[in-house]
């Protein structure tokens, strides 16, 4: 048991979630025709009670100071680290103070490395330390450091050109952002890329839009083909710093110190917390988000933030009394950002039961100004969904978008076929902030936040209610 504050309802609060809560009302009484069609009749049940969850979810803002608690209080949660332990004790203690029922940890062994203390400097031709940050699962340096000259490189076709070149040498990838897609092989690979052919270290520029001098980390793929070296990100301003030199044609010569190493694995848990259902029990609808954070910032945004409003959803529905036909799961993984050890342990811990896993939907895009969700399944489950969306007309979260799933989610509905969904948010400021230092809890806005957990409790409530199975 640990000592953190809890979150209290003060009077203030009282008075705004009565004055939402109306408004929810009038809203939700009106009918609202999909675009293009009338809605359908099976709807109508649904938009009272929908009305009910956008306005306790978005009459206070609960998630978001239970969202300061948890980053505040406990901090970043690295897989094997002391704070992930308590985050979980933490979720069980407040899962069980809302009344969710079927609280439990399950147990999952997760990888656990050990970042040490870190620089990088540039020896010639002027000194400069450069902002830095290792990348995960990286080998580190020995005590004295590595220190070599450097080669900069602007894709993996020029990384090969530049053959025997590279031997000896610290690998530099600048590659400007476009979307983390894109861009985040460059994170990824070029470790082992640049071994394979003699490279000493390698640095990245960081994948995320120019910051203010902000590195972002996050996992690298060590190949077996290939010495593992020691890699790190390094923010746009010193990548740039790095540009204008050796576009002078000066040598550059770097030196990076890194204490970063591997442990035994560590004993994890995801955790689950429930909301049976009145009429059939064993079938679920589990949403959810991962507890495990980089070891930088306090992983507000990536996923303490999706780990509170999916949990809201079950928060809100027993508050209101709000009990649906299905049981609404929610669960907190582990270890998704260096291992995804708790969605597999998920898939292969409830393998005979996926079959009756109606739904699963992950929030791990933020919890910023919500737009609707990203699904991947069938034509027909999409559009009942569209229908389901327009409940959240009001609060404009009524989109859904193509990009369902989560990493954590992925493994249990690829295996067993079941409709995916990821709360879709505006992302503008997300990859800014992301596996960086600045991912706290001052960066979301308690009124956004509030709405994705609106969203994703209207979506789960009606999705675990339907008269039929979604299908
Ligand atoms: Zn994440």
């Known amino acids: 048991m640990i000592a953190i504050d809890g979150v209290e309802l003060g009077n203030d609060m009282r008075e705004r979630l009565l004055l939402a809560l109306l408004i929810a009302l009038t809203i939700g009484s009106t009918p609202l025709p999909v675009r293009g069609q009338s809605a359908p009749g099976w709807l109508d049940p649904y938009r009272e009670p929908a009305a009910r969850l956008i306005g ?34 933490w979720a069980v203690t407040e899962m069980k103070r809302d009344g969710l029922e079927n609280v439990h940890t399950e147990k999952v062994m997760v990888p656990h490395w050990v970042r040490g203390s870190e620089s990088a400097e540039i020896v010639e031709p002027a000194r400069h330390q ?14 004295e ?37 894109e861009t985040v092989t460059y994170r990824a690979d070029d470790p082992s890329r640049a071994a394979r052919l003699g490279a000493v270290a390698s640095l990245v520029r960081s994948i995320g839009p120019p910051g203010l001098r902000t590195p972002h980390t996050g996992s690298l793929q ?22 204008r030199i050796a576009d002078r044609g000066t ?75 299905r ?11 260096n291992g995804t050890r708790g969605g597999l342990a998920y898939r292969d811990q409830h393998r005979t039961e996926l079959a009756n896993h109606v739904m699963m939907l992950e929030s791990d895009n933020g919890v910023f100004r919500p737009l609707g ?13 569209r229908a389901i969306g327009t409940l959240l007309r ?27 969904l990821a709360l879709a948010v505006d992302e503008s400021k997300y990859f800014l902030i992301h596996h960086t230092p600045a991912d706290t809890v001052d960066k979301i806005d308690p009124v956004e936040m509030a709405k994705s957990a609106a969203a994703v409790a209207v979506m789960s409530y009606v999705v675990a209610d339907l008269p039929e199975r979604l299908e």
Not at 373 to 385: D, H, I, P, T, Y
């Open 373 to 385: 969700f990203g699904f991947s399944g069938s034509e027909a489950v999409r559009q009942k969904l």
């Open 222 to 243: 060590y190949t077996p083909d290939a010495p593992q070296i020691p890699a790190a990100a390094i923010p746009t301003e010193d990548a740039d710093r790095l540009q």
């Open 130 to 143: 450069m902002v830095m940050l290792g990348l995960g699962g990286s080998v580190g340096t020995r005590p």
């Open 251 to 325: 040598r550059i010569v770097v030196r990076l110190k890194m204490e970063a190493h591997v442990e035994p694995d560590a004993e994890s848990a995801n955790v689950v917390g429930e909301l049976r259902g009145r009429d059939r029990p064993n079938e679920i609808v589990v949403v959810g988000g991962h507890l495990d954070s980089w070891d930088v910032g306090a992983g507000a945004s990536d996923d303490g933030g999706g780990c509170v409003v999916t949990w809201e959803a079950l928060r809100i529905m027993k508050k209101l009394n709000l009990r649906p036909r």
């Open 394 to 420: 009001g609060i404009a979260a009524d989109a859904i978008v193509p990009g369902g799933g989560g990493a954590d989610i992925n493994p249990s509905t690829r295996e067993a076929r079941i409709p995916a």
């Open 56 to 89: 306790e979810a978005t009459g206070d803002t609960f998630a978001w100071r239970r969202l300061a608690v948890l980053t505040d209080s406990i901090g970043n949660r690295l897989s094997g680290s002391p704070q992930l332990e308590r985050a979980i004790e």
């Open 327 to 337: 049981t609404v799961r929610v669960v907190l993984w582990t270890n998704e950002e």
């Open 145 to 181: 450091g590595v220190q070599a000259e450097l080669l900069t490189v602007h894709s993996f076709n020029e990384l090969e050109a530049a053959g025997q070149q590279v031997k000896g040498k610290i690998v530099f990838f600048n590659v400007p952002y476009t979307a983390y897609e």
